[in-house]
């Protein structure tokens, strides 16, 4: 399920095949630089660039392109520090604040119970699906998720 919470909708599909740990979480025994399904995390190349200690955790540092990312290793690669270099010169940079280990509050993951099901492009552009500057592959790939979503949506019962 995903939740747009400035418009109150979500987006609820499964997937049978689909195992979310093993495709979109990081595996500490690549250097977090695969899945647990031990593909790459992302289409774009990421290189190990070695292990630093960033707030006392001993790290994965993954470059791509101008982002920079620190993986906590001996937390499920949990993400404690990112830096994204722009053409400009400028740099952002966010830095851990807290890590708790141990399974997250339940509360985080509560969905409002009016929150309005609705396809891919409703949650993300609004209800009249207005995108001035969605450009022709912007519009085919909304509409091939709401196809996929007309095919795969969780149905109240």
Avoid at 108 to 137: I, M, Q, W
Wanted: a negative charge; hydrophobic letters at 35%; proline letters at 8%.
């Amino acid at each position: 399920m995903t939740v747009n919470e400035l418009t109150n909708t979500k987006t609820s599909m499964m997937k049978k095949s689909l195992l979310p740990a093993s495709g979109w979480q990081r595996d500490p025994s690549s250097r977090c630089i695969n899945s647990f399904a031990g593909k790459p995390m992302t289409s774009m190349t990421e290189t190990f660039a070695g292990e630093e200690s960033v707030a006392g955790y001993r790290t994965a540092k993954i470059a791509r392109n101008t982002i920079t990312e620190w993986y906590a290793l001996d937390y499920g690669c949990a993400m404690v520090k990112d830096r994204w270099g722009f053409e400009t010169g400028e740099m952002s940079e966010k830095e851990l604040v807290a890590l708790t280990p141990g399974e997250p509050e339940p509360a985080l993951f509560e969905v409002p119970a009016n929150a309005a099901e609705v396809p891919p492009s409703e949650r993300l552009l609004g209800p009249t699906k207005d995108c001035p500057g969605c450009d022709a592959h912007a519009r085919e790939v909304l509409r091939k998720r709401d196809e996929e979503y007309k095919r795969l949506a969780v149905r109240p019962q």
